[in-house]
């Protein structure tokens, strides 16, 4: 059975630095891309940029180029999304998503309720 | 790039109505568009790919047409579960994957 599992909800004060995850199971792994997709409170889905793990090729919506990093470690079946410095809008669910080929995301992670505030 | 304008954004229902959601693009995006349910507090789900594919597991009153700027995605009879936001999402521009705004479903 496929699955995405993400780490848990992170409250975090602004300026901080934040690593979120994401492992997968089930398939293998480096065969697949990974994308981010980000949710703000009440609003709709962002797509972030995706990652593939076999070789670590990353690219980036460039809505967020500069403003997070993607990286894997495909020892450990893991993707990650971090940040160096935390706003208080990066207050969001975020999910990550098994890109299928290069069209659909067909498996979800559960999602990581990121929390900036003072 | 490529704007994707879901219309309604929001929609009222009865239990067994057709319900319909429309997806336009601001350019010609051949038949790679894709269709995804939100259930509230829940990740999406692939509903549809390649405008009407049906993804495994899916019940068949869901459904999806069109090509090029212009797609429907249709619920044949509203069941209560399906109370969700739906989203359409493009894959012509590679690498961008952009979604529509979302349009929430809800029983009349």
């Known amino acids: 059975e496929v699955q995405l599992v993400q780490s848990g909800a992170e409250v975090k004060k602004p300026g901080e630095s934040l690593k979120i995850s994401c492992k997968g199971s089930?398939?293998?792994?480096?065969?697949?891309?990974i994308g981010w997709v980000r949710q703000m409170p009440g609003k709709g889905l962002e797509w972030m940029g995706i990652i593939y793990p076999g070789d670590s090729d990353t690219r980036y919506s460039p809505s967020f180029q500069g403003q997070v990093t993607i990286s894997a470690d495909k020892s450990i079946s893991t993707a990650y999304l971090q940040w160096s410095s935390l706003k208080a809008s990066d207050t969001a669910m975020y999910y990550c998503?098994?890109?299928?080929?290069?069209?659909?995301?067909?498996?979800w992670g559960q999602g990581t309720l990121v929390t900036v505030s003072s | 790039d490529i704007q994707m304008t879901q219309s309604p954004s929001s929609l009222s229902a009865s239990v067994g109505d057709r319900v319909t959601i429309t997806c336009q693009a601001s350019?010609?995006?051949?038949?790679?568009l894709n269709w995804y349910q939100q259930k509230p507090g829940k990740a999406p789900k692939l509903l549809i790919y390649?405008?009407?594919n049906l993804e495994t597991g899916v019940p068949s009153r869901f459904s999806g047409s069109g090509s090029g700027t212009d797609f429907t995605f249709t619920i044949s009879s509203l069941q209560p579960e399906d109370i969700a936001t739906y989203y359409c999402?493009?894959?012509?521009?590679?690498?961008?994957?952009?979604f529509g705004q979302g349009t929430k479903l809800e029983i009349k």
């Open positions: 350019q010609d995006i051949s038949n790679y």
């Open positions: 999402q493009q894959y012509d521009n590679l690498p961008m994957y952009t």
């Open positions: 998503a098994r890109l299928a080929g290069s069209s659909n995301f067909d498996y």
């Open positions: 089930g398939y293998s792994f480096t065969s697949y891309w």
């Open positions: 390649d405008a009407s």
